[in-house]
């Protein structure tokens, strides 16, 4: 006998059940708006730029202190600056040094005696520290500027400074008058940068950036901190950590935001 296979009806789907195929959606193509490339050197924080973009150093007169320990280097620095009409200001073995090179360049002394007897600057903004000298560095207001003309002297745009060992004051000072008024001063606290700093300012275009103004002043800082964390540990040789050594200090010093970090 054949045996007969049966099929078993396979019930319709309802209407209501049916899955109808969601048509594909066209991707658009995303048109590129065309972006006018930046002037500025690669990798600066555009950010950092909008406040103070760039300062240019084709004024006249530009005049740049420098006072330095350790010497590398500094004499073909100064000689760049001085070719692209900077005039350079020194004293003690420096100004010996640079003198006895070629490098023609200003006695400080003579500086602060132009000056004559002036007891304070900027609405007493200045007293305690030298105003010839570190009132040319601090000036940044236009009213700062034409208050040092009033005594016949100039705003100083570079400091170049390192420090020697021991207790080293004057170093310290400049390096961090000129830190702290960073959006107008360039600040040299290495002789590994005076390459970099040549190149920018004696270009065909010369410029710097707030932001290279700005690291070339935590350096300065980072410089002025390592110089006197050693000092301390001189003065108090005991193994303590730094947070520990410095704790008490926190009941009674406040250190306020400068406007221009």
């Known amino acids: 006998m054949t045996k007969t296979t049966k099929k078993i009806a396979t019930p319709a789907t309802p209407p209501s059940e049916v899955v109808q195929a969601t048509p594909l959606k066209k991707k658009k193509k995303k048109v590129r708006k065309s972006v006018t490339p930046r002037i500025e050197p690669a990798g600066t924080p555009a950010k950092e730029e909008q406040a103070f973009p760039f300062v240019e150093v084709k004024k006249e007169n530009k005049v740049v202190l420098v006072t330095v320990y350790d010497k590398t280097a500094v004499t073909e620095f100064m000689k760049g600056l001085n070719n692209a009409g900077w005039e350079v200001w020194s004293c003690g073995g420096t100004l010996k040094k640079l003198t006895e090179e ?40 236009p009213e700062e500027r034409a208050e040092l003309a009033a005594h016949g002297l100039c705003p100083i745009d570079m400091v170049v400074c390192n420090m020697a060992p021991g207790f080293d004051i004057g170093g310290s000072a400049l390096l961090r008058c000129a830190a702290k008024n960073h959006a107008r001063v360039i600040t040299a606290s290495h002789h590994t940068q005076y390459h970099s700093i040549l190149s920018m300012v004696t270009g065909t275009q010369p410029w710097t950036t707030h932001y290279t103004r700005k690291y070339l002043a935590s350096k300065a800082l980072e410089a002025t901190s390592l110089y006197d964390t050693q000092l301390a540990k001189n003065l108090d040789p005991a193994p303590v950590k730094p947070v520990e050594r410095f704790s008490g200090l926190s009941s009674y010093i406040e250190v306020r935001h400068h406007p221009f970090f």
């Open 102 to 141: 070629g490098v023609p360049a200003k006695d400080v002394g003579d500086i602060i005696e132009a000056g004559g007897q002036i007891t304070k600057l900027f609405n007493g903004g200045i007293k305690t520290l030298q105003p010839a000298v570190h009132g040319g560095v601090l000036a940044s207001s």
